[in-house]
């Protein structure tokens, strides 16, 4: 009996996929460009007359790989993310027949080094937050020793007698290789033997900037970024590594930290002054056009002045606009649906 | 004779109170920990089962209407007329953007409802609630910044410096004994008959301020308790209201146009990512179809299998494997089975990713070993004799069975179930994997439809930046709590109702 029921459960569930045709865009990747596609996507849901998208939050990686799985109703129609496509990820999808990708890039993202407001304000360099925060820094004769600063003022005379303590994302995050890549892989490149060893050996130059330590200074804090501002605010001599619409939407708690001096503020992110960002993308299939319905409609909504215009709404909800030439850039691919060739991808 | 040995008597007594004392103490610490999470929960959700609106008359205007299709209007425009009106002095794009700036996006909803129920009311100016900003609401609840006014005890002086901007403020003073004399400090707001002024501190020997509200240049003297002084804790860089928009608030606050009443909304709106439109209706209909899958698969098979391996199979190596196999089962960490649901029901039967369906599927794999093993513990508490007695009298094994012994084990069985339910309806591991961790707008249709839960709800909302979706956060783990107290009560109740004591 039991055997006819499982049988039967299977027939059923073989039976279910002969459903209608998709009529619903479905989203996938980044959970920095997340909070930005949903809002154009509830904005396209209400005026559009279609189906709202379904946006899934699967970090740029796994929305990538998803998204290069294929072509067809079972295969998301754009993937979000905060870094461009690797030249892997472009093959995979080549390979699977996802051969026409369209490239638009939305805006930027700000990684802030934040503090409490009750703080004395720091002010940090790249190479500081290297000297803090990596497994392992040249001493004096260059050699690698285990990091042996305890506090701010071991980093740098000029710091205060501060125990060093960073809340951060975990390895798992985006946030955090970008983090590694643009404040530490920069930092690490100020000191001569650490911009020697790149050329002598890329791959151990490599393994000392994406080691973070483990021994205390930086406090893995999960993913809930408002997490780790509560935990600021309970302890004001630690820092923490954000998104800049966090610092926006905190400012009554916290305060961001200069970095080689530049504040972070929507201005300097957008003209690049403010060294710590990214550029955030989304990535749509261009053979789904005509297949599932609504994707032209849907990128005209993102790519439009109401969106990502200086004074759009996903400027309100934190995304740091691109300059004009830029964005006029974006507009010309999403209306010709440039496609994205091998020599683009790096 | 034995000697009385008193000393150890004292010694066993000492013991035990002092292990009564550990166990109160643990239970003391334990039901602290709760109240505190709780307290914590409810009071930072409580403000999320109100909303804030204004109420405004509103010209429905013919021109933006076609009463053959009264969805379609613009009534977005109409009701950010009617909200300007009420502010005739507020001019420039700036200014004008912060003043619509505090109504929400959705607050032409009510409006929309109203001409759609009776399109005889175009051309007419009707009174309607509009929902105000997220941000608006938390400053009208006091989340964002405590404000005292005060009212002004001395004669106030404005003057306007010739070829600089700004005013100066003087009473009988001027400068320093100026701001002490009138009690104001650096970025106090003084609000007046015809504008309102903000004090930026003492500059060259006077007491400086800048508009805040376009101010009337003939107002020179206002008189004691003619002005207020309106003060902040949160200094206007670090709030999301800024002064003037706080003002415009406060005025309609005074006119008791502000309406705070109970969100419905928030049980009748799918998710947003507008803090004030988001509601929890698309994820407890999610809930409520991913758990119904869940349990019409898991209850016959767990019964079923129950009964089979409790009462009929043969005792042998292959039943003790299986047996052994169930407990491991139901230790095994729930993203487990949202792998193995990725890997069956997405990639090899081709379901749809993030339906109800799937989810149900998935969880009724977790949640079989709990059902099956709740149910043969209560199949073997019913005593052999009632069996025998059966047997005795001729009936068969199958008879006796579900005759007999299956009515005296619901009760156990069913409160198995239901708590394999309640581990269903806080699962959120295995749903990541099948894509019911994303953003739904939309009220899910069927079992097919894409849909999230309650629980993978209170995660998404939690890592959203905005700070109103805390509150919210809160709020969906309050229903949550209440839905899984419900199902345990029921568990409970199903227990003490039916069960025997042997």
Same mark, same amino acid.
């Given at each position: 009996?039991?055997?006819?029921?499982?049988?039967?459960?299977?027939?059923?569930?073989?039976?279910?996929?002969?459903?209608?045709?998709?009529?619903?865009?479905?989203?996938?990747?980044?959970? =920095?460009?997340?909070?930005? =596609?949903?809002?154009?996507?509830?904005?396209?849901?209400?005026?559009?007359?279609?189906?709202?998208?379904?946006?899934?939050?699967?970090?740029?990686?796994?929305?990538?790989?998803?998204?290069?799985?294929?072509?067809?109703?079972?295969?998301?129609?754009?993937?979000?993310?905060?870094?461009?496509?690797?030249?892997?990820?472009?093959?995979?999808?080549?390979?699977?027949?996802? =051969?026409?990708?369209?490239?638009?890039?939305?805006?930027?993202?700000?990684?802030?080094?934040?503090?409490?407001?009750?703080?004395?304000?720091?002010?940090?360099?790249?190479?500081?937050?290297?000297?803090?925060?990596?497994?392992?820094?040249?001493?004096?004769?260059?050699?690698?020793?285990?990091?042996?600063?305890?506090?701010?003022?071991?980093?740098?005379?000029?710091?205060?007698?501060?125990?060093?303590?960073?809340?951060?994302?975990?390895?798992?995050?985006?946030?955090?290789?970008?983090?590694?890549?643009?404040?530490?892989?920069?930092?690490?490149?100020?000191?001569?033997?650490?911009?020697?060893?790149?050329?002598?050996?890329?791959?151990?130059?490599?393994?000392?900037?994406?080691?973070?330590?483990?021994?205390?200074?930086?406090?893995?804090?999960?993913?809930?970024?408002?997490?780790?501002?509560?935990?600021?605010?309970?302890?004001?001599?630690?820092?923490?590594?954000?998104?800049?619409?966090?610092?926006?939407?905190?400012?009554?708690?916290?305060?961001?930290?200069?970095?080689?001096?530049?504040?972070?503020?929507?201005?300097?992110?957008?003209?690049?002054?403010?060294?710590?960002?990214?550029?955030?993308?989304?990535?749509?299939?261009?053979?789904?056009?005509?297949?599932?319905?609504?994707?032209?409609?849907?990128?005209?909504?993102?790519?439009?002045?109401?969106?990502?215009?200086?004074?759009?709404?996903?400027?309100?909800?934190?995304?740091?606009?691109?300059?004009?030439?830029?964005?006029?850039?974006?507009?010309?691919?999403?209306?010709?649906? =440039?496609?994205?060739?091998?020599?683009?991808?790096? | 004779?034995?000697?009385?040995?008193?000393?150890?008597?004292?010694?066993?007594?000492?013991?035990?109170?002092?292990?009564?004392?550990?166990?109160? !103490?643990?239970?003391?610490?334990?039901?602290?920990?709760?109240?505190?999470?709780?307290?914590?929960?409810?009071?930072?959700?409580?403000?999320?089962?109100?909303?804030?609106?204004?109420?405004?008359?509103?010209?429905?205007?013919?021109?933006?209407?076609?009463?053959?299709?009264?969805?379609?209007?613009?009534?977005?425009?109409?009701?950010?007329?009617?909200?300007?009106?009420?502010?005739?002095?507020?001019?420039?794009?700036?200014?004008?953007?912060?003043?619509?700036?505090?109504?929400?996006?959705?607050?032409?909803?009510?409006?929309?409802?109203?001409?759609?129920?009776?399109?005889?009311?175009?051309?007419?100016?009707?009174?309607?609630?509009?929902?105000?900003?997220?941000?608006?609401?938390?400053?009208?609840? *006091?989340?964002?910044?405590?404000?005292?006014?005060?009212?002004?005890?001395?004669?106030?002086?404005?003057?306007?410096?010739?070829?600089?901007?700004?005013?100066?403020? !003087?009473?009988?003073?001027?400068?320093?004994?100026?701001?002490?004399?009138?009690?104001?400090?650096?970025?106090?707001?003084?609000?007046?008959?015809?504008?309102?002024?903000?004090?930026?501190?003492?500059?060259?020997?006077?007491?400086?301020?800048?508009?805040?509200?376009?101010?009337?240049?003939?107002?020179? !003297?206002?008189?004691?308790?003619?002005?207020?002084?309106?003060?902040?804790?949160?200094?206007?860089?670090?709030?999301?209201?800024?002064?003037?928009?706080?003002?415009?608030?406060?005025?309609?606050?005074?006119?008791?146009?502000?309406?705070?009443?109970?969100?419905?909304?928030?049980?009748?709106?799918?998710?947003?990512?507008?803090?004030?439109?988001?509601?929890?209706?698309?994820?407890?209909? *999610?809930?409520?179809?991913?758990?119904?899958?869940?349990?019409?698969?898991?209850?016959?098979?767990?019964?079923?299998?129950?009964?089979?391996?409790?009462?009929?199979?043969?005792?042998?190596?292959?039943?003790?494997?299986?047996?052994?196999?169930?407990?491991?089962?139901?230790?095994?960490?729930?993203?487990?089975?949202?792998?193995?649901?990725?890997?069956?029901?997405?990639?090899?039967?081709?379901?749809?990713?993030?339906?109800?369906?799937?989810?149900?599927?998935?969880?009724?794999?977790? &949640?079989?070993?709990?059902?099956?093993?709740?149910?043969?513990?209560?199949?073997?508490? &019913?005593?052999?004799?009632?069996?025998?007695?059966?047997?005795?009298?001729?009936?068969?094994?199958?008879?006796?069975?579900?005759?007999? &012994?299956?009515?005296?084990?619901?009760?156990?069985?069913?409160?198995?179930?239901?708590?394999?339910?309640?581990?269903?309806?806080?699962?959120?591991?295995?749903?990541?994997?099948?894509?019911?961790?994303?953003?739904?707008?939309?009220?899910?249709?069927?079992?097919?439809?894409?849909?999230?839960?309650?629980?993978?709800?209170?995660?998404?909302?939690?890592?959203?930046?905005?700070?109103?979706?805390?509150?919210?956060?809160?709020?969906?783990?309050?229903?949550?709590?209440?839905?899984?107290?419900?199902?345990?009560?029921?568990?409970?109740?199903?227990?003490?109702?039916?069960?025997?004591?042997?």
């Amino acid at each position: 009996m039991k055997r006819i029921l499982l049988t039967a459960s299977l027939v059923a569930l073989t039976a279910v996929p002969a459903l209608a045709a998709r009529d619903q865009i479905r989203i996938v990747g980044s959970s =920095t460009v997340y909070p930005f =596609t949903t809002a154009v996507a509830e904005q396209f849901g209400k005026t559009s007359g279609m189906k709202t998208p379904v946006v899934e939050a699967t970090g740029t990686g796994g929305g990538l790989k998803l998204f290069c799985a294929g072509l067809g109703e079972d295969k998301p129609d754009f993937a979000n993310a905060s870094r461009p496509i690797k030249k892997a990820e472009f093959e995979t999808c080549v390979k699977n027949g996802v =051969t026409e990708i369209v490239e638009l890039e939305i805006g930027f993202d700000g990684l802030s080094v934040a503090q409490s407001k009750d703080a004395k304000p720091l002010s940090l360099t790249k190479e500081q937050l290297f000297r803090a925060l990596a497994k392992n820094i040249p001493d004096k004769d260059g050699k690698l020793i285990p990091n042996p600063n305890k506090t701010w003022k071991d980093v740098d005379a000029s710091l205060p007698d501060v125990k060093i303590e960073v809340l951060g994302p975990p390895p798992t995050s985006g946030t955090r290789d970008s983090f590694a890549e643009l404040a530490l892989e920069a930092g690490a490149l100020k000191i001569p033997a650490m911009a020697d060893l790149k050329k002598s050996d890329a791959k151990a130059f490599e393994a000392v900037w994406k080691s973070i330590r483990e021994d205390g200074a930086y406090v893995e804090a999960g993913e809930n970024d408002n997490l780790i501002v509560q935990k600021l605010v309970a302890n004001p001599a630690a820092l923490g590594i954000f998104g800049f619409s966090f610092v926006e939407q905190n400012a009554n708690a916290i305060v961001d930290i200069p970095i080689d001096g530049v504040q972070a503020t929507y201005e300097t992110i957008a003209d690049g002054s403010y060294k710590l960002s990214r550029p955030l993308f989304i990535y749509a299939k261009n053979q789904h056009v005509g297949k599932i319905p609504g994707i032209v409609e849907f990128i005209a909504e993102y790519v439009s002045d109401k969106a990502i215009g200086p004074d759009g709404y996903l400027a309100a909800k934190g995304l740091v606009t691109l300059p004009g030439a830029e964005a006029d850039k974006t507009r010309a691919v999403a209306k010709n649906m =440039t496609v994205l060739t091998a020599a683009d991808v790096k | 004779m034995t000697e009385v040995r008193n000393d150890l008597v004292a010694k066993r007594y000492a013991a035990e109170r002092r292990f009564r004392f550990y166990g109160a !103490t643990a239970l003391a610490l334990t039901a602290l920990f709760l109240a505190i999470l709780l307290t914590d929960t409810v009071i930072k959700g409580i403000p999320a089962f109100h909303e804030t609106s204004v109420e405004l008359d509103v010209k429905v205007d013919p021109a933006e209407v076609d009463p053959n299709n009264p969805v379609g209007g613009n009534y977005d425009k109409m009701i950010k007329e009617a909200f300007r009106a009420e502010f005739p002095a507020v001019e420039g794009r700036t200014n004008q953007r912060a003043l619509t700036a505090l109504l929400s996006s959705g607050g032409a909803d009510a409006l929309r409802g109203m001409v759609v129920a009776d399109p005889s009311i175009i051309g007419k100016t009707v009174t309607v609630p509009v929902l105000l900003s997220a941000d608006a609401d938390m400053f009208l609840k *006091g989340m964002l910044t405590s404000q005292t006014v005060a009212p002004g005890t001395a004669a106030l002086h404005i003057a306007r410096l010739d070829g600089e901007e700004g005013f100066v403020l !003087t009473g009988d003073k001027t400068g320093e004994e100026a701001e002490k004399e009138l009690g104001l400090a650096p970025r106090d707001v003084v609000r007046f008959k015809g504008g309102a002024l903000r004090v930026t501190g003492v500059e060259n020997g006077y007491l400086k301020a800048v508009p805040v509200l376009a101010t009337d240049p003939a107002v020179t !003297t206002v008189g004691p308790g003619q002005w207020d002084i309106v003060s902040f804790s949160v200094p206007e860089s670090n709030r999301r209201i800024n002064d003037n928009q706080a003002l415009w608030l406060d005025e309609l606050k005074q006119e008791g146009r502000i309406e705070n009443s109970f969100s419905w909304r928030f049980f009748e709106a799918g998710d947003s990512r507008e803090p004030e439109l988001a509601g929890i209706r698309g994820a407890l209909v *999610g809930s409520l179809l991913t758990v119904l899958v869940a349990i019409a698969l898991a209850l016959p098979l767990g019964i079923a299998a129950a009964i089979y391996l409790e009462e009929f199979a043969p005792k042998n190596k292959w039943t003790d494997v299986i047996e052994v196999n169930i407990n491991n089962l139901a230790a095994v960490p729930s993203i487990i089975f949202g792998l193995l649901g990725l890997a069956v029901f997405l990639n090899f039967f081709g379901l749809p990713r993030s339906a109800p369906l799937v989810g149900g599927l998935v969880l009724a794999l977790l &949640v079989l070993p709990t059902i099956i093993i709740a149910s043969r513990a209560a199949l073997k508490a &019913v005593p052999p004799s009632i069996t025998e007695a059966a047997l005795g009298v001729g009936a068969s094994k199958q008879q006796a069975v579900f005759q007999h &012994v299956l009515p005296l084990a619901l009760p156990g069985i069913m409160t198995g179930t239901i708590l394999g339910l309640a581990r269903a309806f806080g699962e959120t591991a295995p749903l990541l994997m099948i894509g019911m961790v994303a953003f739904i707008a939309d009220i899910p249709s069927g079992f097919t439809s894409a849909a999230t839960v309650l629980p993978v709800q209170v995660f998404l909302w939690s890592d959203l930046p905005e700070l109103a979706f805390r509150s919210k956060t809160a709020a969906a783990i309050i229903v949550l709590l209440v839905v899984l107290f419900a199902l345990n009560a029921a568990a409970i109740y199903l227990r003490k109702r039916f069960e025997r004591r042997w």
